[in-house]
């Protein structure tokens, strides 16, 4: 069974500061992992996908990684602004029929002006 | 512009009221989903439609009931609601394939029942 972890839970940091969100899966038969954003309230984000056959993904200050053979993805936020405050979930799509998707625990950030 | 939306955004009813809501996507997508979370805990599936005609309950038990009668369409209905129904619902949907698409996720209901 996929178990998909985030590390750390919580995060807090200054305006400005570069960070990095890990994610940390324990099936590498995996198709693809996906990151999102959640505000309080609101619905998933989607913010960058990797397909198992890629490295990495970048969109604008973001930069995600993959590491299949680790079981381990990063989502790199360079340049932190209040408005990223956010909770961020990486999910994890396995290979197989029913191509399950397994979302982790996520981390809360919150970028303090 | 392709996309997903659910209505509506926020449901307070009282118990024993049926409840709709409604969750329509306009990119074709095959595989659409329900999920349910409460404020600051992690996502349950509830409910999941691979097609048309197609529904299967999810990991979470859950006493709502869904339809798929068009690829765009798929509502999920409480024929009594109840106050451990209070949560937010959250509808999403993905293109059938190895897996090359990421999930599109809607806006979300927040459902209070009291």
């Known amino acids: 069974k996929q178990e998909v972890t985030q590390i750390p839970a919580a995060l807090s940091v200054p305006e400005g500061e570069n960070l990095v969100l890990n994610c940390s899966f324990t099936d590498s038969a995996i198709y693809n992992l996906q990151w999102f954003r959640q505000d309080p309230g609101k619905g998933l984000t989607s913010l960058l996908l990797?397909?198992?056959?890629?490295r990495e993904q970048t969109s604008g200050r973001l930069n995600a990684s993959l590491d299949k053979s680790s079981g381990r993805s990063t989502l790199y936020i360079a340049a932190s602004q209040p408005g990223d405050s956010a909770t961020y979930l990486c999910a994890a799509l396995n290979s197989g029929g029913y191509q399950k998707v397994t979302f982790g625990t996520g981390t809360k950030l919150q970028v303090i002006p | 512009e392709a996309d997903i939306y659910q209505t509506p955004r926020y449901l307070v009813i009282g118990t024993g009221k049926k409840i709709t809501l409604e969750c329509s996507q306009t990119m074709g997508h095959d595989k659409m989903y329900w999920y349910q979370q409460d404020p600051g805990m992690e996502l349950h599936l509830i409910h999941y439609?691979?097609?048309?005609?197609s529904t299967e309950k999810g990991d979470l038990s859950s006493e709502s009931t869904v339809s798929r009668i068009r690829t765009e369409h798929f509502p999920l209905t409480l024929e009594s609601a109840r106050p451990s129904h209070t949560s937010q619902y959250l509808c999403?949907?993905?293109?059938w394939g190895k897996g090359t698409d990421g999930y599109t996720f809607g806006s979300g209901t927040r459902l209070t029942v009291v």
């Open positions: 999403a949907s993905r293109a």
């Open positions: 990797i397909q198992s056959s890629q």
């Open positions: 439609s691979y097609g048309v005609n």
